[in-house]
């Protein structure tokens, strides 16, 4: 009797958080029909769009990425990617080499990639533009990033789903989750990024300054468009800068000497990464980032202590050549939700991306991902 009584209980309790879930959905629609990939036979992809407001950039988007012509009817496991400062939910790279989100598909994961609003700002413009930046915070984020999940459990029928991050996306992760386990997370996956102890930037904004700029004032956005350009056409072609030989050194040397340096952001000349590939990766960011952002910290001591009696399983991959205090930071991160066996692996003299889209992503990254999300999808 007494468990006929928690079964209906239990059952009670799974209709009223997808009911809850439902509810707070945003309005997305298809925007698309679906689409193989051309270069992941057997992958295929369906977008989705949503209005957030009132501006023609108060728009979130979210692509679903599954094996075979139809949406697995009652997936294993689900999974809601979300990417980092001035990246996209969008495909750039196919091949499951380089690509997690077509690599956790063709192993039978459900996945969905987001888009930010950012990513419906035309990059032509201007500053004076963006006024409405200012009000983009972290928690407005975290409230699309929640719109997508009720969502992403809506079409998938998964009422807890896992949360991948990539870089600022892992800090929208442990936000998402702080505010929303158990009812809503499975898991999290932390590809290189951590809970802020303060805010990434001290400085004051300048009057008129709404959003960061992915160009700066050497290689601006233009160049650093037609640089990467150069590079996926032909990386052997002359380089843009006479003092490097050839388009992929230009490139490979712009990512190993961007500060802090020594490879922080890839280390191509050590064989962690590809220009080519880097260069399909980078041309799709788009420009703009809610400067606002940089001056907050989003975790208050009341969310930290909700993350910590949460429990969540976590796995975490950190990158080195950002210095010594970066992995120490990821780790800690996995260790915030009091799970007693959080996953955390160090990769030394990586750079950031090179964890993403690395020549070793494949099997040490993506493949331990995918056993871990099969060990913790039930």
């Known amino acids: 009797m007494k468990i006929r009584r928690r079964i209906v209980l239990d059952t009670l309790t799974v209709l009223l958080l997808l009911v809850a879930t439902v509810a707070s959905a945003a309005d997305f629609r298809a925007i698309d029909h679906s689409r193989e990939l051309k270069g992941a036979p057997g992958i295929y992809i369906w977008p989705f769009e949503a209005t957030v407001g009132k501006s023609p950039f108060d728009k979130i988007a979210l692509v679903r990425v599954v ?11 689900t999974v809601l990617y979300l990417p980092g400062t001035n990246m996209n939910g969008e495909l750039a790279l196919h091949d499951p080499r380089y690509s997690f989100q077509v690599y956790l598909a063709e192993h039978g994961v459900d996945v969905w990639s987001m888009d930010y609003r950012t990513h419906f700002i035309p990059p032509q413009t201007p500053q004076s533009d963006l006024s409405e930046l200012a009000e983009w915070t972290n928690d407005l984020f975290e409230s699309d990033i929640n719109a997508a999940a009720a969502f992403v459990s809506e079409e998938s029928g998964q009422g807890r789903i896992f949360v991948a991050g990539f870089s600022r996306g892992v800090e929208f992760a442990y936000l998402f989750a702080a505010k929303h386990y158990p009812e809503r997370v499975a898991g999290i996956i932390a590809l290189d990024g951590f809970i802020p102890t303060h805010p990434m930037s001290a400085k004051l904004l300048q ?11 050497h290689l601006t956005y233009d160049k650093r468009y037609k640089l990467m350009q150069m590079v996926i056409e032909n990386p052997n072609q002359p380089a843009p800068i006479p003092k490097y030989k050839t388009a992929r050194e230009n490139l490979e040397h712009v990512m190993y000497d961007a500060a802090p340096g020594n490879g922080a952001f890839a280390n191509m000349p050590g064989g962690y990464s590809d220009a080519v590939v880097l260069a399909k990766l980078l041309i799709a960011y788009d420009r703009y980032w809610p400067s606002v952002q940089d001056g907050e910290n989003p975790f208050t001591p009341e969310l930290l202590a909700s993350l910590k009696a949460s429990k969540v399983p976590v796995i975490a991959f950190a990158s080195t050549n950002f210095g010594a205090n970066w992995p120490t930071q990821v780790e800690a991160a996995s260790k915030s939700t009091g799970a007693p066996d959080p996953s955390f692996k160090k990769f030394d003299n990586w750079g950031h991306l090179d964890v993403l889209a690395g020549t070793k992503s494949e099997s040490e990254v993506f493949a331990p991902t995918a056993a871990w999300i099969k060990q913790h999808e039930k």
């Open 67 to 77: 094996k075979g012509p139809n949406p697995p009817a009652h997936p294993e496991a």
């Open 207 to 217: 009057p008129g300054q709404y959003a960061d700029d992915i160009g700066g004032k």
